[in-house]
C-alpha cells in the first residue's frame, strides 16, 4: 500500500518501521523534519506538508492530542484539504470522543473515510509490529486498510462503525492501566514499609495475579526505569483526564481516576513530566513518608 504518516514520536516511528518492514511506501511527514531523518535511510519518503502526505490516499496520525491532530488535519496545508476523495485518515493516537466524532463527520462531508484505530502497546512492540488495534468505521474502508493493519499488529479488535467507540475503549483501557500503576505502586510502598523488599512481594504478587501487563508496570516500578519514557507522565495525565471528560459526559463516576489525576498532577509539580508515568510511584512514596533520591 501507498501510505502516508504523520506524527513520529516513539510510537509513530515505531509504527513506520513496521509498515516499511512489510514492504509498504510509506510518506512520512513530522513538525520537527530530523525526526524523519532515520526513516528516510530506512526507504521512507519525506513529505513538506501533511497535504502532501495525505495526497497519497492513505493518511496515519499518531500526535499527542486533539489539539495537534486538529493541527495537521485543517487548513489548506492540512490532511482534510489534501486526502483525495474516498481516501482514509487513520486516527491511532489517543483522541476524545467528542473530537473523534467530530472528525468523522469533517471527512464524511467531503466524501472522506475517517477510520479510528487507536493501539495498545509501547514503542519496543510498534517496532516489533506487535500492537493491539481497536478499530472503527465504515467496513470497507477497515477492509482496504487490512494490509497496514496486519503489518502494526496481529491483534485486531473491531468494535463497530461510529469511530469514537475506538476511542472510548481507548480511554477506558488506558484508565485501567493508569490505575493499574497507582495500585501497584500504593501496594509496593504498603509492603516496603511493612518490612518486605519490594522484590519478595512483587515475586508473590505476580504469581497469584498473573498477567503480561502487571507483570511489565511491576518489572518498571521495582527498576525505576522512569528514563527512557515509553510513555511519558504528561501523556498519562491527558489520557486521565479524558476519561475523567468522559465520565462527566456520560455521568459516570470515576473516583479512581480523580485520585490519579490529582497525583499525576503534584508530579508535575515535581518536575516529572517528562519521565515515565511510572514515576507517579515517587509521589506514592512522598506520601508514604519514603524519600529517595531522584
Known amino acids: 500500500m501507498d501510505i502516508g504518516f504523520i506524527g513520529l514520536g516513539n510510537m509513530g516511528r515505531g509504527m513506520v518501521q513496521s509498515l516499511l518492514r512489510a514492504g509498504h511506501r510509506v510518506v512520512v511527514w513530522n513538525r520537527t523534519p530530523e525526526r524523519a531523518d532515520e526513516l528516510?535511510?530506512?526507504g521512507a519518503e519525506r513529505a513538506a506538508t501533511p497535504f502532501e502526505a495525505a495526497e497519497v490516499g492513505v493518511v496515519f496520525t499518531m500526535l499527542a492530542d486533539d489539539a495537534a491532530t486538529e493541527a495537521v488535519v485543517a487548513g489548506p496545508h492540512g490532511i482534510l484539504a489534501g486526502l483525495p476523495r474516498d481516501g482514509i485518515h487513520v486516527a491511532s493516537s489517543t483522541l476524545s470522543v467528542r473530537y473523534s466524532a467530530e472528525l468523522a463527520e469533517r471527512h464524511r462531508t467531503r466524501?472522506?473515510?475517517y477510520v479510528a484505530a487507536p493501539v495498545f502497546g509501547r514503542p519496543d512492540a510498534a517496532a516489533q509490529g506487535a500492537l493491539r488495534l481497536v478499530i472503527a468505521g465504515q467496513p470497507d474502508a477497515i477492509a482496504r486498510l487490512q494490509p497496514a493493519f496486519a503489518a502494526l499488529g496481529s491483534q485486531q479488535f473491531v468494535?463497530?462503525?461510529?469511530p469514537e467507540h475506538a476511542h472510548a475503549v481507548k480511554i477506558a483501557g488506558n484508565f485501567l492501566i493508569l490505575s493499574l500503576v497507582e495500585l501497584l505502586s500504593e501496594a509496593f510502598v504498603l509492603a516496603d514499609k511493612a518490612g518486605v523488599s519490594r522484590e519478595r512481594f512483587f515475586e508473590v504478587a505476580s504469581a497469584v495475579f498473573s498477567s503480561p501487563l502487571a507483570d511489565r508496570y511491576g518489572r518498571?516500578?521495582?527498576?525505576?526505569?522512569f528514563q527512557p519514557p515509553g510513555f511519558r507522565l504528561t501523556l498519562g495525565l491527558?489520557?486521565?483526564r479524558l476519561a475523567l471528560e468522559l465520565a462527566e459526559a456520560t455521568h459516570t463516576p470515576l473516583p479512581i481516576a480523580d485520585l490519579v489525576r490529582q497525583h499525576a498532577l503534584e508530579a508535575m509539580a515535581r518536575g516529572q513530566a517528562e519521565l515515565d508515568f511510572t514515576s507517579l510511584l515517587r509521589v506514592v512514596e512522598a506520601h508514604a513518608g519514603l524519600h529517595r533520591p531522584e
Request: glycine share 10%; aromatic share 0%; no cysteine.
Open 159 to 162: 468494535i463497530g462503525e461510529r
Open 111 to 113: 466524501g472522506q473515510h
Open 40 to 42: 528516510v535511510a530506512l
Open 238 to 240: 491527558k489520557d486521565i
Open 220 to 225: 518498571a516500578l521495582l527498576e525505576q526505569r
